[in-house]
């Protein structure tokens, strides 16, 4: 079972709109790379955003570049906060980040880890990063050619997604923290924004 994507305003204007073939997208991890990570954020009065993020999902949806977020929340799995609270964040999140006319195309997460203390999400799951699972499935919401998107997280589990759906990886955190092959490597999603819609052609 794989949790339902929670959609967000699509580049349409409509979350039914789909492309007529696969295009190039932006799959985000969510704690590190939007907001800042203050651990298991499970409630919006945790949430706060990284300086430069909204600006930076604003240029790719000028761009016409679909942006979906892809969080592992094991913290549902610890029993921390629950399906709702997940909900609720990223409800939130959309909220704010209209101010900046921003959008996410849609939000996804997966609530499981084998070691968790909820008998209904401990378990491990293929949606759960660095598996595949969640960057297929925003695929298909979004009609994504995965091999020409990019993944950007500041964890190796976000550089695995990356390499299993062999799309670009960008690593985003302290300067020389990443020096694997093939990952491209900025300080903020801010500053590595303009590297990406340089490069997609839309």
């Keep these: ?99 900046f006319r921003a959008h996410v195309d849609l939000f996804i997460y997966c609530p499981y880890h084998p070691e968790g203390i909820v008998e209904a999400y401990a378990r491990s799951s293929d949606d759960r990063k660095p598996r595949p699972g969640m960057a297929h499935a925003a695929a298909d919401a979004l009609d994504l050619d995965l091999a020409a998107s990019f993944v950007v997280g500041d964890r190796p589990e976000d550089l695995g997604l990356a390499k299993a759906v062999g799309a670009t990886a960008i690593y985003v955190g302290p300067p020389n923290a990443c020096t694997k092959p093939g990952v491209w490597s900025f300080p903020t999603l801010a500053a590595a924004a303009p590297f990406i819609v340089e490069r997609v052609a839309v």
Excluded at 34 to 47: A, K
Excluded at 53 to 72: C, D, K, M
């Design 1 to 99: 079972m794989r949790v339902a994507p929670q959609l967000g305003r699509a580049s349409g204007g409509n979350g039914a709109t789909r492309a007529r073939r696969p295009r190039p997208g932006v799959l985000l991890d969510r704690d590190g790379t939007i907001i800042v990570d203050h651990g298991y954020v499970g409630s919006t009065d945790r949430v706060e955003f990284i300086p430069g993020s909204p600006e930076a999902i604003a240029q790719f949806n000028r761009a016409g570049i679909p942006v979906a977020v892809v969080t592992n929340q094991a913290g549902v799995a610890r029993g921390l906060y629950g399906i709702d609270d997940v909900a609720a964040v990223h409800s939130y999140i959309a909220e704010q980040l209209a101010a």
